[in-house]
């Protein structure tokens, strides 16, 4: 079986290394032949991954059977696009795939089938997001359609400060367009977490309590997590029911979700973001470890058509949390300094840059140098060492 992966990100190792174990052939694709994944798989190849057709022409030639985007937000309409074209294994109609990588679309789906969905407009220039001053529903939220990991997001608050948030957010765009959205000021943490459907169903969903560090230099950019999440047991409810109506709508067939939802302060659920596709931050791989639920193997088995090993809906096994390791400063990393204390409650420590290696304020997903797991006995000490990451967990940099 051939099975490329678009994208050569770090968070797509132990995704190779669960197609290895199946007996899969891996081919990469990209434009950056250094990326780290490309060491691991079987074969690299050179080309964009948001080229469609030339992707196609590629998967052609290789004659694979089966394609995916795993925690590479780009490459998902392109791998749903040469899935529906070839007759391959597919996450769902290429079209629904569209709709739920285009947040402008995403938004105008959601509010035209009754869900729960802020105010948002969608803006193809900057002359256009000016003019419609009389619009914005203060404060807003402003990001590029199609891009992930929190680059090019910012809230804004007024309208003089709109011009340079549409400029951050116009340059992160592949498409040149971007949203805005109206703030939804939310209760606890929102979720950041991933999920499964088989054959349209969901069979696993996980929620997260997301959290953020008000000290970094882009304070939306998710910097842990934690299992469980902040929401009620009936909230989480509503939450499935809603997801299971959306892909059901859409059409969805069986793959790996990338989902983001919240509880506004008004008391509604949310459904900000589903992409078809694993979640960077390593999320399935904490699902794996929290639960035993494999859906890396499962979502790596369902795209080149074998039977998926059965998936079950669990709970993490305890208090679990994810610390997204950067720096506050740009640097030469020196090293990082751990607490005493909290070191019995680390589970792994992956931390991906030496001494001596340049690092950037935390500006995005991509600023990341490392990540901590760690597991808690009690909801206690669960949030005792999540409220206090700063004052434990330090980068030192020349």
């Not at 490309?38 to 057709?53: F, G, L, N, Q």
Request: hydrophobic share 35%; charged share 25%; net charge negative.
């Amino acid at each position: 079986m051939k099975e490329p992966f678009l994208g050569g990100l770090r968070y797509l190792l132990p995704v190779i290394e669960a197609a290895h174990q199946q007996g899969y052939y891996v081919i990469t694709c990209d434009y950056l032949p250094h990326n780290i994944a490309h060491k691991y798989s079987d074969e690299y190849v050179d080309v964009s991954i948001v080229d469609k057709e030339a992707v196609l022409k590629v998967a052609r030639e290789k004659k694979i059977d089966g394609i995916m985007s795993f925690a590479v937000d780009p490459g998902v309409i392109t791998a749903s696009y040469v899935q529906n074209e070839m007759g391959l294994p597919s996450f769902g109609p290429y079209e629904s795939v569209c709709i739920l990588q285009n947040k402008d679309r995403f938004r105008a789906f959601l509010t035209e089938h009754g869900f729960n969905v802020p105010k948002a407009k969608g803006f193809g220039s900057m002359d256009e997001a000016l003019a419609a001053k009389d619009w914005y529903p203060w404060p807003v939220i402003v990001k590029p359609t199609d891009s992930a990991g929190s680059k090019g997001v910012s809230r804004v608050d007024r309208f003089e400060d709109l011009k340079p948030a549409l400029e951050d957010a116009f340059e992160h765009s592949i498409s040149g367009r971007v949203i805005v959205e109206e703030f939804i000021e939310k209760q606890g943490c929102s979720s950041d977490s991933d999920s499964f459907s088989l054959d349209g169903g969901l069979v696993f969903t996980s929620f997260s309590a997301q959290r953020f560090d008000r000290d970094a230099t882009n304070e939306y950019v998710p910097a842990a997590y934690s299992w469980p999440s902040t929401f009620t047991d009936d909230q989480e409810a509503y939450l499935k029911s809603e997801l299971q109506r959306l892909l059901t709508l859409l059409h969805m067939q069986t793959s790996v979700y990338n989902i983001e939802t919240r509880i506004g302060t008004n008391g509604k659920q949310y459904i900000m973001e589903v992409s078809p596709r694993g979640g960077g931050n390593r999320l399935a791989e904490m699902a794996r470890m929290g639960t035993g639920v494999d859906i890396i193997t499962a979502c790596v088995r369902a795209a080149v058509g074998d039977s998926v090993p059965t998936i079950e809906q669990k709970t993490f096994d305890g208090h679990w949390a994810e610390v997204i390791l950067h720096s506050e400063k740009t640097g030469k990393f020196k090293q990082l300094n751990i607490s005493p204390e909290v070191v019995p409650y680390i589970k792994q420590t992956d931390l991906w840059v030496k001494p001596g290696d340049t690092v950037n304020t935390f500006r995005g997903a991509n600023d990341t140098i490392g990540t901590l797991v760690m597991r808690f006995d009690t909801e206690k000490k669960l949030l005792d060492a999540m409220d206090g990451v700063n004052s434990w967990c330090k980068v030192e940099t020349d």
